[in-house]
């Protein structure tokens, strides 16, 4: 079991990827608290897992939902050692001048700001205890952009620096930061990047990827594993690509 006795924060683990990191990671001996703001699912997730998982409402972009959360980790079970910002949001996948700013303010808010609020939330703790980890979900548009999706593609390039930026600063303390850069998959999040969800854009997307599939949940489960794992003890900075060779 390579999570054996981690505590896990792991949001947006109602759905998509967030909820296959929450299963892999309890299967791999990890306690988890899941965050999100569907209740139901969250809760259901957290049932299915059983007793090595809790839900807590989390709004990602609130400082003081950030601090309740990670208050619930420590409180739950005694610590903390992994926090995987895995919520996102996109807009619709359409030209950026029709984008309002409402909009991009949500983006920005989800994909970036609550990268800030969850250091600002669980560094304090990783410091007491003598390291911890945070792991991002970011995206392979913040490298290889594709478009209609201009601030998206943005907000994950943000993620990509921010990722590197705290990797740097943290190194000394013991804390690592990484990310994974997914190719588009299976979410909730599908629709609005393709614009529309249709057997011609869905094989248009395909096309772009060399190995001629999406991403899954458990795709990305298993790159978070390995990252948050003892295995990757030196690894840290590193934005690891799961994309199938995509290289457009």
């Known amino acids: 079991m390579r999570l054996k006795d981690k505590i896990a924060i792991v949001t947006g683990a109602a759905s998509g990827f967030g909820e296959g990191i929450a299963h892999r990671f309890a299967a791999e001996g990890a306690k988890v608290v899941l965050a999100d703001i569907n209740d139901e699912n969250g809760r259901k997730v957290a049932q299915e897992i059983g007793g090595d998982a809790v839900y807590a409402h989390t709004d990602v972009t609130s400082a003081a939902d950030w601090q309740s959360v990670v208050k619930t980790a420590t409180d739950t079970f005694g610590r903390l050692d992994i926090v995987v910002n895995n919520a996102g949001y996109t807009h619709l996948n359409r030209p950026m001048l029709e984008v309002d700013e409402a909009e991009f303010e949500k983006v920005y808010a989800i ?12 560094v304090p703790v990783f410091r007491a205890q003598g390291g911890g980890q945070f792991l991002n979900i970011a995206s392979t548009a ?7 999706l201009v601030w998206y593609n943005s907000s994950k390039s943000a993620a990509i620096g921010v990722t590197r930026s705290m990797a740097i600063e943290l190194a000394a303390e013991q804390i690592r930061v990484n990310a994974i850069n997914p190719v588009a998959g299976e979410t909730p999040l599908l629709k609005r990047f393709m614009g ?16 001629g599939r999406l991403s899954t949940a458990a795709d990305i489960a298993g790159a978070a594993v390995y990252l948050c794992s003892d295995d990757a003890s030196l690894v840290t900075g590193v934005c690891m690509e799961v994309d199938g060779g995509r290289c457009i």
């Open 111 to 122: 994909n970036v700001k609550s990268l800030f609020l969850s250091a600002h939330a669980a």
């Open 142 to 148: 913040g490298i290889r952009p594709r478009p209609g």
């Open 196 to 211: 529309e969800d249709t057997p011609e854009k869905r094989a248009m997307f395909k096309a772009s990827i060399p190995m």
